[in-house]
């Protein structure tokens, strides 16, 4: 409730950004000597907070690769991008984050190219208020929210500790996960239920993927520190944001307070 009202308020928190914050604002002394050569792979990035996090990175001269379920929104952003930086590269793949297939297929492709990797943001996410299954079998939430993102961040790791250890330079993971994950009871998180639940709550879905999210940040981060790797992951909630996702996901918060 607090959070609620500070977002409303638009005060600042401990990040000294709030709800009133623009993406620009919050990169504005960002620096890189050379842009050009970063690469940032982000999911979800077609709404939302994706779309915002693109814009303002491409518009430090940031090389943008965004794996797309729908590339008519893909090709829109790109657009909206190139309007106001010109200069700006964009590259877009057809990828389903459910998909373990369709990730292992960008994979190949992004890796095909050649290029560095020095950021990737595993973003995209839904909420799902009724059951669903992605084409793996595995209930919707937690394919896409969870193991779509640790299939990529598997596939890729090694390439963005290359990358570091050639230019320097920290790489970055960062997974958007929710405070809502706190949510979750202890004798209720179990792999074998989220994979294929008997009885479906969206919010619960929802939120076990979210802390999901952070026990792999977790366990990916004790790894890289073992390795000496320059890469760091983190697991971040992006507070209150008006988004779809939010909406629909505040909708079965609701429902569930009134049953």
């Known amino acids: 409730m607090k959070e609620t009202l500070r977002y409303l308020a638009g005060i600042a928190g ?14 504005k002394d960002y620096a890189c000597s050379d842009p050009l050569h970063l690469t940032a792979i982000i999911t979800g990035a077609t709404s939302g907070i994706g779309v915002e996090t693109a814009r303002a990175l491409a518009k430090k001269g940031l090389r943008i690769v965004i794996p797309a379920r729908d590339l008519r ?7 909206v991008i190139r309007k106001e930086s010109p200069k700006a590269e964009i590259i877009i793949f057809e990828t389903d984050i459910s998909s373990f297939v369709s990730v292992k297929r960008f994979c190949s ?15 995209a996410g839904i909420y ?7 084409e ?5 939430t937690f394919a896409t929210n969870y193991l779509g993102h640790f299939l990529l961040t598997e596939l890729l790791l090694e390439k963005m500790i290359e990358t570091a250890e050639k230019t320097g330079i920290q790489g970055r993971v960062i997974n958007l996960s929710s405070a809502i994950h706190s949510w979750v009871r202890r004798d209720a998180f ?5 994979l ?4 479906y709550d969206g919010t619960s879905a929802y939120s076990q993927s979210k802390l999901a999210n952070i026990l792999h940040v977790k366990e990916v981060a004790t790894k890289l520190q073992a ?5 760091t992951i983190n697991a971040v909630h992006p507070g209150i944001v008006k988004t779809g996702i939010m909406r629909e996901s505040y909708k079965g918060f609701i429902t569930g307070c009134l049953i």
Do not use: W
């Not at 929104?73 to 657009?79: G, Q, T, V, W, Y």
């Not at 793996?136 to 919707?140: C, F, G, P, R």
């Not at 179990?190 to 989220?194: A, K, T, V, Y």
């Not at 294929?196 to 009885?199: D, E, F, G």
């Open 14 to 27: 401990p990040s000294g950004y709030g709800s009133n914050s623009t993406a620009e604002q919050v990169i």
């Open 73 to 79: 929104k893909a090709d829109e952003l790109k657009e």
């Open 109 to 123: 492709g992004f890796l095909a190219l050649g290029l560095p990797l020095n950021i990737l943001i595993n973003n």
């Open 128 to 134: 799902s208020q009724k059951l669903e299954f992605s």
């Open 136 to 140: 793996d079998k595995i209930e919707m």
């Open 190 to 194: 179990c792999f074998n239920n989220m």
């Open 196 to 199: 294929n639940p008997r009885n």
């Open 227 to 231: 390795r000496n790797a320059r890469v």
